[in-house]
């Protein structure tokens, strides 16, 4: 990477770090100025200093800046990442700041208008606390608060040497501070966009438009992008390429159920990892950062790129370089395809055309299915038949037939092998390397995965790139985070202890519970429209830009992959898989049903009830395989999205309810009453709610026979019952229910989650 563009990334990544020391000294003085003069501290590079001193339009009129100054391309860059031209209302913007709002939730302009708008607590981002929804009233920071920020910024800029070594560094710096820091106090302005995200989608745009202009040999920025800003706002500038890996589930479900249990979590850290290694490779190819990348979750991204022919060649490139990875260690298991659209500033700004918005997304989408329909050139298929083996034994796990190694009187492939040894212990190991060393696990061509320890990193004794789990380092400690959906009670991956519910164990008691494994599959619904038009539905959408689009998937990711964990917390349940819209969680029946619920609930309330998930639940046996509790709760899930988004389909296909009925009707009313009536009635055992169930199956709304066989088993059981009134008022609950379709297959499925709960060892 040349100079200038290590240059650009700091001038443009910082140049509003005023606002913090604005906002923190009270000084009413310009935030481009106070900004260039705090970095002085730190760094004497003039190109990064006039990027913070020179990104507005009246700071550049009044400058002798040379034509070619770095200081163009972060303020244009500057403006498209905002979403708003500002030549004309800069001028005198401080003087229209309130420094201590709130930031706004980027929810309140997401679909339809919400009556309750609502704000983030005022705060650094704190990995641990519970405190993450955003809420109705204003909490304003303080000053204290803005300067704790300061003071972290400053004890980590004082180690950090402006290099391309530290890049990562002040991006977790940056997100671990100014995550919650509104952009904009400006209050003729929207403050839904954190400081982090636009700082960060700035960098990204500069670096884009730099490599741009090297590459149409355009070297006066001034004439290009200030004098020009109008021109090229419409020009083509900038590509927005995504990929799309298939066959992540296959991947990780499909294996028998011999040693399955001791890789499947690892599996799917796995093939995280070989997300986030094609997203680090293709940036590093192309000069750019993770600044650049917009997306990424579930073996999907989003990132931006300069529109060049040699751009376009390398992106070609890398997606054959890892289709033939893929070929060559997982056959056809395993496939990226990737689509990109060119687009101009002027499509993703405020008062953008919402069709052309659209179209940006759809000619990814449509490149990215058309990929996947034609997979394998035939020189392709000549080298997968040359290499298939006709006969033989095959892995005890995956049955791949090839690469076999005898382990304990078992034959395991090398990866299979190389993935259990891995698992030991990963849900504690937070650092890990990708390096040329092929002992580690391969993530892509000539790069492999190893765990690392702290003392390692800190004695630089690693040779490749650092990612870290769950948190954000920063100061001499560069690792590329990621946030990771691992929470699991289970000292080892001993899944089977779910259906054995080992926890209850008591020698004063019985074990109680139906003695299963569940399976939880859900994902959101619509999330695709909510990425290309989420924004578009309020004042003609004006909303729709790029920024809120990058603000909300980092809202998805972080929920999905980090805040999840907290959800989990104290179930008897492990995450096995959370993307960015499909998660996967396998754990004691009644913790993943209650988990399901809570999940659901958090979403809604994340989201500000503009988003929906639909889930699927299914219950096994211990000894399921688990490429079959996938497959099964697989469907269940897809018979809850085709009852309508919002759904949940329980243990069979039959059992499928909006969330609300499910919740309202089912677990919190019907269960509660037939829990409380049964639990006070010590002589009724399950025979007298298996001939509920019985009845209830053999209801006819045509034949009532069934309903006049209800009303006299009932009343011949209240004759016996020591407490009247109580069996009457559950006699009289019981008929109304039988009379309605609806309610009764309700109750149904209360009865049938009462006798799991009480079913008992024998």
């Known amino acids: 990477m040349d100079d200038k563009l290590i240059s650009l990334f700091y001038g443009s990544v910082l140049h509003d770090i005023g606002k913090i020391v ?54 244009i860059a500057d403006n498209i990442a905002s979403g708003v031209d500002r030549r004309q209302t800069d001028i005198s913007s401080d003087q229209l700041w309130d420094s201590k709002t709130s930031l706004e939730d980027v929810y309140n302009r997401f679909g339809n208008e919400n009556d309750s708008p609502r704000y983030f607590q005022a705060r650094e981002l704190d990995l641990a606390t519970d405190d993450i929804f955003a809420k109705e009233n204003k909490s304003k920071f303080t000053d204290s608060e803005y300067s704790a920020i300061l003071k972290r910024i400053e004890t980590t800029l004082k180690v950090v040497d402006f290099n391309e070594e530290y890049f990562q560094s002040i991006l977790n710096l940056l997100e671990a501070t100014a995550s919650f820091i509104p952009s904009s106090t400006n209050m003729t302005e929207v403050a839904d966009i954190s400081l982090y995200d636009h700082l960060r989608l700035t960098a990204g745009f500069a670096a884009a438009i730099y490599l741009f202009l090297k590459n149409n040999e355009l070297n006066d920025f001034k004439q290009e992008l200030f004098k020009n800003s109008k021109f090229f706002y419409q020009k083509k500038a900038f590509l927005l390429a995504s990929f799309d890996i298939s066959g992540i589930q296959n991947f990780i479900y499909t294996i028998t159920s011999q040693g399955a249990h001791k890789q499947l979590r690892s599996r799917s850290f796995y093939l995280d990892m070989i997300s986030e290694w094609i997203v680090d490779s293709l940036l590093q190819k192309c000069n750019l950062t993770r600044a650049n990348l917009v997306y990424s979750g579930g073996g999907h991204a989003y990132i931006i790129f300069p529109n060049t022919d040699e751009i376009v060649a390398t992106i070609k490139k890398v997606e054959k370089s890892f289709n033939d990875f893929f070929l060559e260690n997982f056959q056809t298991k395993l496939f990226v395809a990737f689509g990109w659209s060119d687009f101009s500033a002027a499509q993703v700004m405020q008062n953008n055309d919402i069709s052309e918005y659209l179209d940006i997304y759809r000619k990814i989408s449509r490149q990215i299915s058309q990929k996947k329909l034609e997979r394998y050139s035939f020189a392709d298929l000549l080298k997968l038949n040359g290499k298939m083996k006709k006969s033989g034994r095959e892995c005890s796990i995956c049955h791949n037939v090839t690469n076999l190694i005898e382990i304990d009187g078992q034959f395991k492939c090398q990866l299979c092998y190389k993935l259990e040894m891995f698992s030991k212990d990963i849900q504690k190991e937070q650092l890990f390397e990708v390096n040329a060393n092929d002992k580690g696990l391969p993530v892509g061509p000539k790069a492999y995965l190893h765990k690392i320890n702290i003392k390692q990193v800190k004695n630089n004794e690693y040779s490749g790139r650092i990612y870290s789990k769950n948190k954000l380092n920063t100061g001499a400690f560069q690792a590329t985070h990621l946030w990771i959906g691992d929470y699991s009670d289970l000292p080892n991956n001993e899944f089977g202890s779910y259906a054995q519910r080992k926890w209850t164990l008591d020698k004063n008691k019985k074990i109680t519970g139906i003695k299963r494994v569940a399976v939880l599959r859900c994902d959101v619904d619509d999330l695709g429209y909510g990425f290309m038009a989420g924004f578009s539905q309020q004042n003609n959408g004006i909303y729709n830009t790029f920024s809120r689009t990058a603000a909300f998937s980092r809202s998805m990711g972080i929920f999905f992959k980090l805040y999840i964990n907290q959800f989990a917390r104290d179930k008897h349940l492990t995450i096995v898989y959370a993307g960015g819209d499909d998660v996967f969680i396998l754990g004691a029946w009644d913790d993943i049903l209650q988990f399901s619920i809570d999940l659901r609930q958090n979403f809604l309330k994340w989201t500000n009830h503009k988003l929906t998930l639909s889930s699927g639940i299914g219950m096994f046996s211990e000894k399921t395989p688990i490429n079959i509790m996938a497959r099964v709760t697989g469907e269940l899930e897809d018979t809850a999205k085709q009852n309508g988004k919002n759904s949940i389909c329980l243990f069979e296909k039959n059992f499928v309810f909006k969330y609300d009925e499910f919740i309202n009707n089912v677990f919190s009313d019907k269960l509660v009453t037939i829990r409380n009536f049964f639990d006070s009635e010590d002589q009724r055992g399950k025979a007298f709610i298996y001939k509920l169930i019985e009845l209830i199956r053999s209801r006819d709304e045509v034949d009532r026979i069934s309903f006049a066989r209800l009303a006299y088993y009932l009343a011949r059981l209240e004759e016996m019952s020591k407490n009247k009134s109580n069996f009457k008022a559950f006699k009289t609950k019981m008929k109304d229910w039988f009379d309605d379709k609806e309610e009764i297959h309700e109750v149904e499925l209360a009865l049938m989650l009462y006798v799991y709960e009480i079913r008992e060892e024998s």
Not at 53 to 72: C, F, Q, T, V, W
Request: no cysteine.
């Open 22 to 75: 604005q906002r923190a000294t009270k000084q009413k003085i310009k935030h481009s100025k106070l900004g260039g003069d705090f970095l002085s501290e730190f760094t004497s590079n003039k190109e990064i200093l006039n990027q913070v001193r020179y990104h507005h339009a009246a700071e550049i009129m009044g400058s002798s800046l040379k034509p070619n100054d770095l200081a163009y391309i972060t303020y």
